[in-house]
C-alpha cells in the first residue's frame, strides 16, 4: 500500500494581467473567472478524493490569507505563511519540511484553470507512481499552439508511464516555438511537479545548498497556530529567491515528464481567460458588426459596434479596452500598478 | 433704421446617435458637449447682443420644456410649445405667427456647434439684408470634406452679399459628394435660414395650403401663459409634418444663399463630436499603443490598449465602445432606443 499524495498549492501574485477584476486586494487565485468556483477552490476542488490525497497544503503570502481562509473553510487544509516572497524553490522546500520523506508532493500553482480533471489525475497517477521511484516529475502539458510565453520540456527515453527528460527550454522565439509544436517531443511547462520531499530536500541540498540550510533553518526555527504554520522570517528573508526549474529541475539527473492533454491555461491574461471561456461574455452587452469581441462586466451594459478582436473588462470605477493581441500589455497600465 | 432678427431657436429630437451621453431625458440640445456651455446655451449666447436681436423665440416639444426654462432662466425668451412633432416647416410657422410681417427670423437648430461666432454673425447679417430684400436666404456652410450625410446647396448668380441658389441636392453618393467639394459652388445645408416672418407664410401657403391653413388656425386658437404659448393641439395635429427645404426652400423662386466658413458641425454623431474637440478626451483616462482613440466618461478610468479609430464613452450605468467610422449606428443600439 503507498502512501496518500499530498498537494501542494502555490499561491502567490496577484495577476496584474487580469485587472481590473483582479486587484491587489483581490488577486487572481479568488475571482470565479471560469464556472462559479475561483480558480482557487477549483485546484482544491481536483485533489479532494481522500482515497487518493491527503489534506492539501497551501503556501501563501500573508495578503492571501484571509481569501484561503474564506475559500477553504470547508476544507483540512494546512497553511504555510511566507513572511516575504521567494519564488517557487523555498516555497516547496517549506511545504517539503512540514511532510515525511516518503510523502508524495503534487505541487500545483493556485491560479491556472484545468477543463479536464480526468486527464488530470491520471496523469497525476502515472507522476505520483514515479515520484516514489525517485524522479522529479513535471506534468507537460501538450502545446496546441505556438506558444512563446512559455517554457518547454522535450521528453527523452521512456520510463514507466512517462519519460526521462532530455532538456527544458526556456521561453522561445515564434520559430523556435512552431518547431516544437511540429515537433511532437516538446510540451509546455505547467508548473505541476511530483516529488517525494525527501526527493526534493536531496536535490535542492545538491544544487543550492545555501537555499536549502535558510529553508531549513526558517522551517525549524518557525511557529505553528492550529493548521496555520509561519517560517521564521529572519532567515526566510536571507533567501535568494529561485524557482524551482532555476534550482532543481534544469539541473537534477532525475527530471522525468509525463505529458498530458487536459485543457490547461494559464490564464495569463484576458484573452487567455476569453479563450477558456470559449469567447463567451460575461454581464449585459450588445454587439453589431463585431468579430471575436468579448465583453466582461460587473454592472453597466457595454455596447459595442464595428470591432474585430477587442476585449472590454469593466470592473467598478475602471474600464478596460483591450486589443486582443495587445492583452498582454494590461499590466503596464496605472490602473494595474495600483496608480 | 431696419428692425432688429428676431432668432427662432428648433429644439427637437433627442439625439440618439450621441447615446449613452444623451438620452429620453436629457436630450442633446442641453448637453455641456463642447466648452461648458451647453448647446442650446450657446445658440442663445450667439443671438444676445441685443442690438441686432430680439428676445429669441424657442420652437420645442413638451419634453424640452423643463430643461429650456432652466437653461435659458437669465434671458427674455418666448417659447412655443409644439403639442406633437410636425418637422420644421410647421415649426417655423407657428414662430412667424407670432411675429410682426417684417420682423426677420434668422431660424438655428439648437443643437449644431459653430466654432467662429464672428464669422457667423457677418453672415447673419448678410442673410438678414437679403431676407429684408424679400429672399429666403440659407447659410451655406463651406464642406471641407465629401460628406454624404448632409444636403448640398449649390449658388446662381450674385446678389449683394450672396447668391440667388441654383438647386438644392438630397445627400449625395460619395462620388458626387467629391464632385461637390472639389466644384466649390456648393454648399451644406446647415438648417440655418433668414426670412421676414411674411415672406415665409406668404411662400408657404402657395406650396402648402393646407399645411398653411392648420398651422395659421392652431396658432390663432393657441393660448398663452406669461411667455410660453401652446398651439392648438386639434389643429397642429392634423398636419402632415414636413421640412422646411421639402416644403418651402426647394419650391421657392426666391431661394438666396450666404455662403460661410464658421467651423460647423451639427455634432451628428460621436465621431463628429470628437472631431469638433479636436479629438481631444473627456474624464480620466490612459491610453497605450493607441492612434485616434478618444474617451468621455463621466466617472470610471478607461484605459485603453492596441487600438486605433476607436471611440469609448462611458455614461452611469451605459458603456459605449464603437470604431469611428461606426458612431452613426449607435442609434442601431437597443440602449439608444431605450431597451
Not at 111 to 118: K, N, Q, S, V
Not at 144 to 167: A, C, F, K, N, S
Not at 253 to 268: F, N
Not at 307 to 313: M, R
Request: include cysteine; glycine fraction near 10%; aromatic fraction near 8%.
Amino acid at each position: 500500500m503507498t502512501s496518500s499524495i499530498r498537494p501542494i498549492i502555490l499561491s502567490g501574485g496577484s495577476g496584474t494581467r487580469l485587472w481590473p477584476r483582479s486587484r491587489a486586494d483581490r488577486p487572481k487565485p479568488f475571482l470565479d473567472l471560469i464556472g462559479e468556483r475561483t480558480l482557487f477552490q477549483q485546484a482544491l476542488d481536483r485533489v479532494n478524493d481522500t482515497a487518493q490525497f491527503g489534506p492539501a497544503v497551501i503556501v501563501a503570502g500573508e495578503d492571501h490569507v484571509v481569501h484561503i481562509v474564506e475559500q477553504a473553510a470547508d476544507q483540512p487544509i494546512e497553511l504555510i505563511v511566507e513572511p516575504c516572497a521567494r519564488n517557487t524553490a523555498p516555497a516547496i522546500a517549506l511545504a517539503a519540511h512540514r511532510l515525511a520523506r516518503d510523502d508524495v508532493m503534487l505541487v500545483c500553482p493556485s491560479d491556472h484553470f484545468i477543463a479536464d480533471t480526468a486527464a488530470f489525475l491520471d496523469a497525476v497517477r502515472a507522476a505520483a507512481a514515479l515520484a516514489r521511484d525517485g524522479n522529479l516529475v513535471s506534468l507537460g502539458i501538450t502545446p496546441d499552439h505556438p506558444e512563446t510565453g512559455y517554457g518547454y520540456i522535450q521528453r527523452g527515453t521512456p520510463l514507466d508511464g512517462g519519460y526521462r527528460v532530455d532538456r527544458f527550454v526556456e521561453k522561445p522565439d515564434s520559430e523556435t516555438a512552431a518547431f516544437f509544436v511540429k515537433d511532437g517531443s516538446y510540451s509546455w511547462n505547467g508548473g505541476i511537479f511530483a516529488f517525494t520531499a525527501g526527493t526534493y530536500l536531496e536535490e535542492l541540498a545538491k544544487f543550492r545548498p545555501e537555499l536549502s540550510r535558510l529553508v531549513a533553518s526558517a522551517a525549524q526555527e518557525g511557529s505553528g497556530n492550529g493548521n496555520i504554520f509561519r517560517p521564521a522570517a529572519i532567515s526566510f528573508s536571507q533567501i535568494a529567491g529561485e524557482s524551482i526549474d532555476y534550482a532543481v529541475m534544469e539541473n537534477t539527473q532525475k527530471a522525468a515528464i509525463v505529458p498530458v492533454t487536459m485543457g490547461w491555461s494559464d490564464i495569463g491574461n484576458w484573452n487567455s481567460l476569453f479563450d477558456a471561456r470559449n469567447g463567451c461574455s460575461r454581464g449585459a452587452h450588445e454587439l453589431i458588426d463585431c468579430n471575436r469581441v468579448a465583453v466582461d462586466t460587473d454592472g453597466p451594459r457595454v455596447s459595442v459596434i464595428g470591432l474585430e478582436d477587442v476585449i472590454v473588462v469593466v470592473d467598478g470605477d475602471e474600464v478596460l479596452v483591450t486589443s486582443s493581441k495587445s492583452a498582454q500589455k494590461v499590466g503596464q497600465l496605472g490602473g494595474a500598478k495600483g496608480k
